[in-house]
């Protein structure tokens, strides 16, 4: 039973924390609001501490309800570090755009804890729980900025359709429960081995989940929601759930397809593969058009999601499943360093009332902020592929898996689409050095160390990636007996 | 005994329809109540199934949907108080301040 309980530690520390902190803030004067910020900071390294030092031996807990594997630790890594991010761009951006309300970082912390028990599920039960834990508080983060309309109507958004993809999430466990008999993981798996499962009801199931976690993930088509939700939500929220909410997804997406339906390839790969080229085409197309850098952003997260998603198309593989999933990890890591920097200068720029967020206003940073526009140039790069950063070994890596697989097709789209997207991603690097301008930009620190840290992560990670990608290699899915 | 292809096809039914309504209805209420259908429908192939399979879990499934089914409507309804207060209107189709 103790044991149960150390494996689901980091989680229980995190939500814990969370609880605490809306009472302690209670008792924090409104002028000292930094206090909050910190203690969160803190609940945050805590909670990777015991994921660091936590469970070794990959083993379940709660009757085989959760699972503490290298993959979850892995994206457990992923959730908190963008927590620590989430809050550092957030701290000064709320106090500047007038905010400042403490719950911002309890709700940051449910939300994460809700992520890391998505990594850890092990039932589909937890899933869904960990689904709803994580979305959530995000419908409410999404609205923070609860005077203007733009946020409040990307909040709706979001809620709406976000319980509309829910909805099909249960629905396709449902029946997958009764084409199984489990809601296990395991259990589904040993119920088609055995041949005692109905293979049309399992099928109609996992598409139907497929359909849930593709609205998480921002998978065309359904990503209607995305650039709106991006755009209207305040930008640190954007930052946030624009890594946290997807790996999530993803971490869902990996676990189950690859582990519960193996036997369905015939039927699912198709799909998948139409999925991930659709995603990776109407994402970089579209982004080519958007003037606004939160739409961009929001058509390139799209993009990204096609990228990683090629990956679940080795389902079946069984050894090339592994190396997949553990390219997607990497992937994953690659655009949340990525992604926060990005974040990171947009809010810089950002001024009040939802000013400084047109291309037009990055004219002349090149000039006015060499070093800031030295780090977006460096993102920008990274978001495209260009080594020697990140995002070039994220992309080396997955492609590699997809080509290994024999979806040569498919990772020719991958490339054309990477092609594409320099157009527009270079396009914000020819604005800033080459048109003159006097762009506004803010002091706020704590985002200009997050751009300069997640910069130089980027690239010199890049040059030294073998310890990280080795460790993504060794965190593999566990199959629970 | 009722067999149980006829629990799963009005299940299924429910959730059609409430997938539609989504789509179709420019309430946000009514959208809202049309995702609570889709979960409904859910809980009631998970009983259904329970029954089938002679097992427990997806009964207590169902009350996990109910409860987060709660906590939804909690957040859902305020964020559409809160735009009624400022819009007021709950039509997603005037929903249209961001474009591109």
């Not at chain 1, 396709?172 to 809601?183: D, K, P």
């Not at chain 1, 015939?266 to 994402?283: C, E, N, S």
């Not at chain 1, 000039?367 to 020697?388: D, E, N, R, Y």
């Not at chain 2, 089938?52 to 309804?77: K, P, R, T, W, Y």
């Amino acid at each position: 039973m103790w044991a149960d309980r150390l494996i689901l530690l980091p989680v229980t520390i995190l939500a814990a924390w969370a609880i605490l902190l809306t009472l302690v803030d209670l008792y924090i004067p409104e002028d000292r609001k930094g206090i909050t910020a910190s203690l969160s900071a803190l609940g945050l390294v805590l909670a990777l501490l015991a994921n660091w030092f936590g469970v070794r031996q990959p083993q379940t807990a709660f009757f085989g309800m959760a699972v503490a594997d290298g993959f979850a630790s892995f994206l457990n890594t992923i959730f908190l570090l963008s927590g620590l991010f989430g809050i550092a761009v957030a701290y000064d951006y709320l106090r500047r755009q007038n905010i400042a309300r403490s719950e911002y970082y309890s709700l940051m912390l449910f939300s994460i804890s809700g992520m890391m028990l998505m990594g850890m599920a092990a039932d589909l039960i937890m899933v869904f729980i960990a689904l709803e834990l994580l979305s959530i508080p995000l419908y409410v983060m999404a609205g923070f900025h609860r005077d203007r309309l733009d946020s409040e109507e990307a909040a709706l958004k979001y809620f709406l359709l976000g319980a509309f993809a829910g909805g099909f999430v249960v629905y396709g466990i449902a029946l997958a429960y009764g084409a199984s008999g489990s809601t296990r993981i395991a259990g589904i798996l040993s119920a088609v081995q055995s041949g005692s499962a109905s293979p049309v009801l399992l099928t109609i199931g996992a598409v139907l989940i497929l359909v849930g976690l593709g609205f998480k993930v921002a998978a065309v088509p359904f990503h209607m929601w995305t650039p709106d939700v991006y755009q209207g939500a305040p930008s640190s929220v954007t930052a946030f759930m624009a890594v946290g909410a997807k790996a999530a997804g993803f971490a869902a997406l990996l676990r189950v397809f690859l582990l519960a339906f193996p036997t369905l390839s015939d039927q699912l790969i198709p799909l998948l593969w139409a999925l991930a080229a659709l995603t990776m085409v109407v994402g970089n197309v579209i982004a080519i058009a958007q003037s606004n850098i939160k739409r961009l952003l929001a058509y390139s997260s799209i993009a990204h999601a096609g990228y990683i998603l090629m990956a679940t198309v080795t389902l079946g593989q069984n050894r090339l499943m592994t190396d997949a999933a553990s390219a997607a990890l990497f992937y994953l890591f690659a655009y949340l360093l990525t992604n926060f920097g990005a974040w990171a200068i947009v809010i810089l720029l950002e001024q009040q009332e939802g000013k400084g967020l047109n291309l037009q206003d990055y004219a002349g940073l090149g000039k006015k902020q060499p070093a800031l526009a030295a780090a977006m140039t460096v993102f920008m790069l990274s978001l495209t592929g260009v080594p020697p950063t990140m995002g070039f070994l994220g992309k080396f890596y997955l492609f590699r898996a997809v080509l290994e697989g024999g979806f040569i097709g498919l990772a020719v789209i991958g490339v054309l689409t990477s092609l594409v997207s320099a157009y527009y991603y270079l396009r914000v690097v020819i604005v800033m050095y080459m048109q003159e301008g006097e762009p506004l930009v803010n002091r706020d620190v704590l985002v200009r160390w997050t751009a300069a840290l997640t910069a130089i992560a980027v690239v010199v990670l890049s040059l030294f990636a073998t310890p990280l990608f080795q460790w993504a290699s060794q965190a593999t899915l566990y199959v629970a007996k | 005994m009722v067999p149980i292809y006829y629990y799963i096809a009005l299940s299924a039914i429910l959730f059609t329809l409430g997938s539609l309504g989504v789509l179709i209805r420019r309430n946000a209420i009514i959208i809202f109540m049309s995702v609570e259908l889709m979960l409904n429908a859910a809980n009631l192939a998970f009983v259904a199934f329970a029954r089938m399979h002679g097992g427990l879990s997806g009964q207590i499934f169902v009350f996990f949907v109910m409860a987060v089914a709660a906590a939804e409507v909690a957040v859902g309804l305020a964020l559409i108080v809160k735009i009624f207060e400022t819009k007021h209107s709950i039509d997603i189709d005037q929903m249209n301040m961001m474009k591109g």
